[in-house]
């Protein structure tokens, strides 16, 4: 079946400008998440989406990110006011997000961002 | 909070020695262990879990990992590397307390030298 897909798969954007990062889960999936891949930095938990319950925002860096996610499927990830240090492989993954196991999860293969 | 280590930034290995390839972890609670791997320009794709029971896990393409809670360590391991195991290996940890957040490691470089 189809994986977890993000668009675009490579974003370069002007510092101060906003971006919108896209992400498809695997159907059926109720778990989505956001991290950050930054080099040398190893992945960094953004943030948490688990059905309808309210999303896990502890790993956000500052107010100028937010995500949102429509209908329980797709996710949009927005940075507003891009800065240099923005620069960043953005990976989306997702889970089944059953409550009685433990389910690994399925990345997509992210988008890299590159402000300039 | 979970956090992870992996000591090593880059394990060089000829192909067809062993493989191993180091984690250790910190967590409040039982922990449920992952390892990932990353090939060039592709997303993470998951190896194996251990979440509870026997503490060799057997995984994807031949790995292997053995948790010891004694040494708080889930070091990853195959038995004869192939020039194709090249790639960034992530360790993960996600507490037992009903945090769905996995931590993972910085990440091993792993060479395997034909």
């Known amino acids: 079946g189809a994986g977890v897909s993000q668009s675009p798969s490579n974003k370069v954007t002007e510092k101060g400008k906003d971006v919108e990062l896209r992400c498809d889960p695997i159907s059926g999936h109720t778990a989505l998440y956001w991290y950050r891949q930054s080099l040398g930095q190893g992945l960094e938990f953004l943030i948490y989406f688990q059905g309808n319950s309210a999303p896990d925002k502890s790993g956000l860096p500052s107010d100028r990110f937010s995500a949102e996610r429509t209908g329980g499927s797709v996710s949009t990830l927005t940075i507003q006011r891009t800065q240099q240090e923005d620069s960043a492989v953005y990976l989306c993954?997702?889970?089944?997000?059953?409550?009685?196991?433990?389910?690994?999860?399925?990345f997509g293969p992210g988008t890299r961002l590159t402000v300039t | 909070a979970q956090s992870v280590a992996q000591p090593e930034d880059q394990v060089n290995v000829a192909e067809g020695n062993p493989l191993t390839v180091k984690c250790t972890y910190s967590?409040?609670?039982?922990?449920?262990l992952f390892w990932y791997v990353q090939y060039p320009n592709r997303g993470l794709q998951f190896l194996l879990k251990?979440?509870?029971?026997?503490?060799l896990v057997k995984g994807s393409y031949g790995f292997e990992a053995e948790f010891n809670k004694s040494q708080t360590s889930f070091h990853l391991k195959k038995p004869s590397a192939l020039v194709s195991d090249s790639a960034l290996y992530f360790c993960?940890?996600?507490?037992?307390?009903?945090?769905?957040?996995?931590?993972f490691g910085k990440g091993n470089q792993v060479v395997v030298i034909p």
């Open positions: 993960a940890v996600r507490d037992g307390n009903g945090n769905n957040r996995l931590a």
């Open positions: 993954a997702s889970s089944l997000g059953l409550l009685e196991t433990v389910d690994e999860q399925y």
């Open positions: 251990y979440i509870t029971g026997d503490n």
């Open positions: 967590v409040s609670g039982n922990p449920y």
